[in-house]
């Protein structure tokens, strides 16, 4: 990403930089517009991406270099069944993590496993209604999301809180960020509009930004 | 761990405070904190693993599987060495149906269409939409045709397929076309035109062989594939006819190059061999036979002699006596094969009745290593009582046949159109299997009445009807469509509505009887969780008859009493159940056999094979006179030729063309596998057997690219160039060239068997003739 927007205050995980509330916050509100962009766009999704994918602007504009422009919701609807859930034969970007991860190319392997039993440790588990997988982008991001749900509210954070934290993001952010190149490649080949492209781009540069290795 | 580096410019300036509550405060969050007394241990992989039975479901077959489960995801899938049918065997496809559920391709929840039809934009539905959808289309229908036929349903066998037919009886349609008229209806409506009924081989004793067309080292069928690669080395003779030298050819004893469309000058002519040296069996014929000197007098008064048939075949005549002689010195242990698929030729019938009649006079009937017909365990059955609708009208294919004799071209060509086949020309259809040639040309025609809704179910007709551009403009004219599957078909995505299917490693399936000389039930259950919001027919036609019950202009055509029968006996007291309540209903005669369906995947009531039944005194066939029949009295009655005659073939319509013949790998079954990773590995496209004496006079090299046309159309592919293959015919495996340019692996790859072949089609059965088209080729 380009040094110009640098302002040179790093948000440590851990360290004399601490860890606050309002980078808890922050992180939180990324990592859940990114999820809503990932997850089938119906009426409630779609209620909330009109309502606050304004206010991140900032966050689009410093990681993609530009906001994503909200379609139409069939459009988008269409969109993301074409590009995500079933295309004539094939989905042309697969949004579980296994797919990428695990050496034969299928659904729900080994990383599912991993990342099911590292969200249970964590005390989080899937809606079983939901009839998804755990792996999926937009739920790996909302659990991500989530981890900062667990910063104590009350100030000041323990010093240690950020390195604490990193360690409950970072398996399956971690996942994420292995993956996240080969998606936003697919998506860039295959999406007919650009708002897809944005949250590719960004969730990419969002992720090497948190520097998670 | 490495200090944070982010830079907090990029995203501070946000808060995520608003978006947490609107969304993880409001229940639209996908995850939820599990609660303190929650038991979490069954989240969490713990390397247990089972070992569940159940059975395959990558082609017709349904051999048994053990399936080894290791914290609820499928690792692999064993044979069960237990299970009677299939022998302890699992093909190349039965393992890879281990990488099925988790397909990425696969169907996740409803999609409804919302762009023009095949333009591929759709939206998630919940299935409570979806089945007011269909419901609402369905009463739309009714009322704008007025004629609960104009709903066709199309579908292929499986075990879910009796609930599709709950929804296909509950809608009140007689229109239903099934897979058999591209399959092997030929060979039924032949093999019981003459013993009442089909039967099987018995492979696994016979003495000696003759198997026509029937690749069944490639085609897989099981015993029969089983019992022919085990016991053929030990003694068994066999002998076998195919324009191609196939993997079964290799390991035949004999093999003839036959010229297609003229084995049954073959099969007359042994039989002129073994009538004219009195080599049948005078004992079961006195008993059993009728018409036997009617047939006798054919034989010898057309004198289908071994040298007549050599003229036709190219078959030494020699050769023709030598398989006869054999044939009748091995009887009753002698099989002609009876097959599978066999919709080869126009005029199919009647060759397959030759075959029949074959092991007729010689005896080889109902006993060990003879043709043997199908034992069965009875299963108690459900009554479940649809109501009778008064807004229906007779199928499209029984009241089509004007349309049909002026557009199919084999019924105009043929030959022998015109000397005998009745007004109706499909006269022996099955109840509920149609005739798919027919039927999509009443569809396009509107005749006698337009039928504009289609209702699929693990049908891909686009891929496995012949000539594609005409399934499409059928699927044009429909007002509505809806596709029951578990991948996005080519068929699918021409839908309005489509509904993803559970795969056969996460359903209950329910109990079937096969049916055979080792007679077995099976069934199915899950061995993992579905991954997604898939279902099984069972709940999809629970789904869809609960919101048609709330429509009421769907009943009024019938009589409130019987709408009430419908209401208990189908849905209170099956549909409404758990499918489990069922499958143990259907096994209540025999104590115990639920319990081991559970266990082992199958129930047998015996290892044994079963034989003899017919043989019995004063037993009937189910023919007309009660006996094995060689002039047959309902073809008579019908106008039809009571006995076989010989057909010439249709000849190329110029120089040049080659006869166009399609078959089978054993690691795919027809266009539905191809793009299965494990699969693709072994065979990652198809291509064109060309002779190489033709080759060499078109220019065609091994590996060239070549344009193939026929009148209905033309595909590209490359050539393999051969010995193993006549002079006068072509041939590459179906599969290929799909539409999809989704299908990533086989897109693009090779060509689309669909594409290529004309309709054309038995005259008797319907069934569609696959081996009658003619084509030419040339370097691309």
């Known amino acids: 990403m380009p040094d110009e927007h640098d302002d040179g205050q790093g948000a440590g995980w851990g360290g004399s930089a601490g860890f606050d509330l309002e980078t808890a916050d922050a992180l939180q509100g990324c990592f859940l517009i990114l999820s809503l962009l990932f997850r089938y766009p119906g009426p409630e999704v779609y209620q909330n991406l009109s309502e606050h994918l304004q206010g991140f602007e900032p966050f689009f504009q410093a990681y993609a270099g530009r906001s994503p422009r909200l379609i139409p919701q069939e459009e988008l609807q269409a969109e993301y069944v074409r590009l995500f859930v079933n295309n004539r034969g094939f989905v042309p970007v697969i949004p579980y993590l296994s797919y990428y991860r695990d050496s034969n190319r299928l659904l729900a392997g080994n990383s599912l496993k991993r990342i099911r039993d590292h969200m249970k440790r964590t005390g989080f588990v899937l809606d079983e209604d939901l009839g998804e997988l755990e792996d999926h982008l937009a739920v790996l991001l909302e659990f991500c999301a989530r981890i900062f749900s667990k910063c104590p509210r009350a100030e000041p954070p323990a010093e240690d809180e950020g390195v604490r934290l990193q360690t409950l993001l970072q398996p399956c952010a971690g996942y994420l960020l292995e993956a996240a190149p080969e998606m936003r490649g697919l998506i860039r080949e295959h999406a007919q509009y650009d708002i897809y492209r944005v949250a590719g781009d960004t969730l990419e540069n969002f992720l090497l930004d948190l520097d998670l290795q | ?780």
Request: hydrophobic share 35%; proline share 5%.
């Open chain 2, 1 to 780: 761990m490495s200090a944070m580096k982010m830079n907090r410019r990029r995203f501070l300036g946000v808060s995520g405070g608003a978006l947490a509550a609107a969304t993880l405060g409001s229940g639209l969050g996908q995850l939820r904190a599990a609660e303190d007394s929650e038991d979490l241990s069954k989240f969490e992989s713990q390397g247990n693993k089972v070992s569940i039975a159940s059975n395959c479901a990558m082609c017709v077959n349904k051999c048994g599987i053990i399936a080894e489960v290791i914290d609820g995801r499928l690792h692999k899938i064993n044979p069960n060495p237990e299970h009677v049918k299939s022998r302890g065997m699992l093909c190349a496809k039965g393992n890879a149906g281990a990488a099925l559920p988790y397909s990425p391709d696969r169907l996740k929840r409803p999609l409804l269409r919302t762009g023009k039809r095949g333009e591929g934009k759709w939206k998630e539905i919940s299935w409570e939409e979806a089945y007011r959808h269909a419901a609402e289309k369905l009463a739309e229908l009714k009322k704008k045709y007025t004629n609960r036929s104009s709903v066709a349903f199309a579908s292929t066998e499986g075990l879910q397929e009796e609930f599709f037919y709950y929804l296909v009886s509950g809608f009140g349609s007689l229109n239903t076309v099934r897979h058999p008229t591209l399959c092997l209806s030929t060979n039924i409506q032949g093999w019981s035109s003459v013993y009442g009924v089909y039967p099987d081989a018995d492979l696994r004793h016979a003495e000696f062989v003759v198997m026509i067309g029937s690749d069944r080292a490639q085609s897989l069928i099981t015993p029969d594939s089983v019992d022919f690669q085990r016991y053929k080395p030990k003694g068994q003779i066999l002998v076998y006819l195919d324009p191609r030298f196939t993997e079964t050819a290799a390991k035949a004893d004999k093999w003839f190059a036959v010229k297609p469309r003229t084995d049954m000058a073959f099969t007359l002519a042994m039989t002129h061999v073994i009538l004219q040296e009195e080599l049948y069996d005078k004992a079961f014929v006195a008993e059993n036979v009728h018409g036997f000197e009617q047939f006798r007098e054919h034989i010898f008064s057309n004198e289908y002699t071994p040298e007549w048939a050599e003229t036709k075949c190219d078959i030494p005549a020699e050769e023709i006596r030598w398989t006869a002689r054999q044939f009748a010195r091995h009887a009753p242990r002698s099989v002609i094969y009876p097959g599978r698929r066999s919709s080869f030729y126009a005029h199919e019938v009647y060759f397959r009745q030759t075959c029949a009649m074959l092991t007729a006079i010689c005896g080889c009937w109902d006993v060990k290593g003879a043709v043997v017909p199908k034992s069965s365990v009875s299963l108690s059955s459900h009554t479940p009582l649809f109501p009778f609708f008064y807004d229906v009208e007779e199928r499209v294919d029984k009241e089509a046949v004007g349309i049909v004799k002026k557009v199919v071209p084999s019924v105009v060509d043929c030959p022998l159109v015109g000397t005998g086949l009745p007004e109706d020309s499909c006269a022996f259809l099955s109840e509920r299997d149609g005739s798919w040639i027919t039927f999509r040309e009443a569809v396009l025609h509107d005749e006698p009445y337009p039928v504009r809704g289609f209702f699929v179910f693990k049908q891909n007709p686009v891929q496995s009807v012949p000539n594609t551009s005409k399934t499409l403009k059928m699927m044009e004219k429909m007002d509505f469509i809806c596709v029951i599957e578990q991948q996005m078909s080519d068929t699918a995505w021409y839908a309005d509505l489509v509904l993803p299917h559970s795969t056969y490693l996460e359903s209950w399936d329910p109990c079937h009887a096969l049916s055979g000389i080792w007679p077995v039930v099976v069934a199915r259950q899950p061995v993992i969780q579905p991954l997604f919001k898939t279902k099984t027919m069972f709940e999809i036609s629970r789904g869809i008859l609960k919101e048609m019950l709330t429509i009421p202009e769907l009943w009024e055509d019938t009589d409130p009493e019987g709408l009430e029968d419908f209401k208990k006996t189908v849905m209170e007291e099956i549909l409404d159940q758990p499918i489990q309540a069922y499958m143990e209903h259907q096994l209540s005669k025999y104590p115990g056999a639920y319990e081991q369906i559970l266990e082992k995947g199958v129930f047998a009531l015996s290892d044994q094979p079963q034989y003899g039944t017919t043989r019995k005194k004063g037993f009937r066939f189910k023919t007309k006179t009660g006996k094995i029949e060689l002039f047959n009295e309902r073809f008579q009655a019908k106008g039809l030729d009571p006995m076989p005659s010989y057909c010439e073939a249709l000849r190329p319509r110029k120089e040049g063309e080659y006869r166009f013949l399609v078959g089978r790998t054993a690691w795919h079954t027809h266009s539905s596998t191809q793009n299965i990773p494990h699969l693709w590995e072994i065979m990652k496209e198809n291509a064109i057997w060309i002779n190489t004496e033709e080759a060499r006079k078109l220019g065609i090299r091994n590996g060239d690219s070549c344009r193939v046309s026929s009148k209905a159309g033309q595909q590209t592919l490359k050539a393999y160039v051969t010995e193993k293959i006549r002079r006068d015919a072509v041939y590459y495996v179906n599969g290929w060239g799909r539409l999809s340019p989704g299908m990533s692996l086989v897109y693009k790859k090779g060509a689309s068997e669909a594409e290529i072949l004309e309709d054309t089609m038995d005259s008797i059965s319907g069934s569609a003739a696959m081996h009658e088209t003619y084509v030419t080729l040339e370097k691309a």
